[in-house]
Nanobody, 123 residues
Framework: VQLQASGGGLVQPGGSLRLSCAAS????????IGWFRQAPGKEREGVSC????????DYADSVKGRFTIFRDNSKNTVYLHMNSLKPEDTAVYYC?????????????????WGQGTLVTVSS
């Protein structure tokens, strides 16, 4: 059972990136999936979350209107599309899966965590 986050890299301010969270050993659409990030010297924070039931989503205020989370169940993958990136978006991004969206988004607790992928926004 594994979550694999990928897609990070170096991008200029105003640019875009798409992160992927792929699962092996279990079916992602049975789980709420969240993206979290941790910048150097800062605590981990929730970025976005998508439910397993009705596809409802939630976003941190700092990324609303810029980031979009969505599923591709045929690929057992959840994506985070990030537009209009800012230097303050620089962080290691993690995906996580839990059967409870409340536990995942409100408590930052998860059954599974992926390894991080580094996003650097810099000119």
């Amino acid at each position: 059972v594994q979550l694999q986050a990928s897609g990070g890299g170096l991008v200029q301010p105003g640019g875009s990136l798409r992160l992927s969270c792929a699962a092996s050993g279990f079916t992602l659409d049975d789980y709420a999936i969240g993206w979290f990030r941790q910048a150097p010297g800062k605590e981990r924070e929730g970025v976005s979350c998508i439910s397993s039931s009705d596809g409802s989503t939630d976003y941190a205020d700092s990324v609303k209107g810029r980031f979009t989370i969505f599923r591709d169940n045929s690929k057992n993958t959840v994506y985070l599309h990030m537009n209009s990136l800012k230097p303050e978006d620089t962080a290691v991004y993690y995906c996580a899966a839990d059967q409870s969206m409340f536990r995942l988004w409100r408590l930052s607790a998860a059954d599974y965590w992926g390894q991080g992928t580094l996003v650097t926004v810099s000119s």
